[in-house]
């Protein structure tokens, strides 16, 4: 049985799925955006994102290894 607290981390990642999914088929469908243009920028987004995690994840092992040192 999983823990309340990863069914709400699960549920919150796949809502917000689902919602870009429909910002995704709104943009395409409603606005006229052509699929491959927005297909692109998605990528481009997503590497974005990528990079700045792991451009914060030397930051926060330093965080975390100065909190275990009190």
């Known amino acids: 049985m999983l823990k309340r607290r ?19 088929w709104g943009a395409v469908d409603i606005v006229g955006v052509s699929g491959e243009a927005l297909m692109g920028y998605l990528w481009l987004s997503t590497q974005g994102v990528v990079l700045i995690v792991l451009g914060a994840i030397p930051f926060a092992l330093v965080l975390r290894s100065l909190r275990g040192r009190k």
């Open 6 to 24: 990863y069914v709400k981390a699960l549920r919150t990642a796949t809502l917000g799925i689902l919602a870009t999914a429909a910002l995704i």
